[in-house]
Nanobody, 126 residues
């Protein structure tokens, strides 16, 4: 059974930085698409960033480009999301996702991913 466990969330002032961690129960080389989604109460989950093929390609939603960086450390079975220059609208529950298949064109489709964690909350105050 694949488990993904997120950590690193918390409260931060606008303009600050947070680094999120997603620990996987197995070798991340088994997953060809890894990513982060953001969930805000009352709204659909939003794809924030994705990473394919061991990091050969990355994807970002427009609102986080040049501020967020997705990366992985296969040796430690960990996926990261470095979040800089945070804004109030970045607030939400951040959910780690993974799939053994490659990242599709529609990588923002949460239903595509077979594995996901419970999430870690990030709250940005202005």
């Amino acid at each position: 059974l694949v488990r993904l466990v997120e950590s690193g969330g918390g409260s931060v002032q606008a303009g600050g930085s947070v680094k999120l961690f997603c620990a996987a129960s197995e070798d991340m080389a088994e997953f060809n698409c890894l990513g982060w989604f953001r969930q805000v109460s009352g709204k659909e989950r939003e794809g924030v960033a994705a990473l394919s093929g061991g990091g050969s390609r990355t994807y970002y939603t427009d609102s986080v480009k040049d501020r967020f960086t997705i990366s992985q450390d296969s040796a430690n079975h960990t996926l990261y999301l470095q979040m800089n220059s945070l804004k109030a609208e970045d607030t939400g529950m951040y959910i780690c996702v993974a799939d053994r298949r490659g990242c599709p064109t529609m990588w923002r489709n949460f239903a595509y991913y077979n594995y996901y964690g419970q999430g870690t909350q990030v709250t940005v105050s202005s």
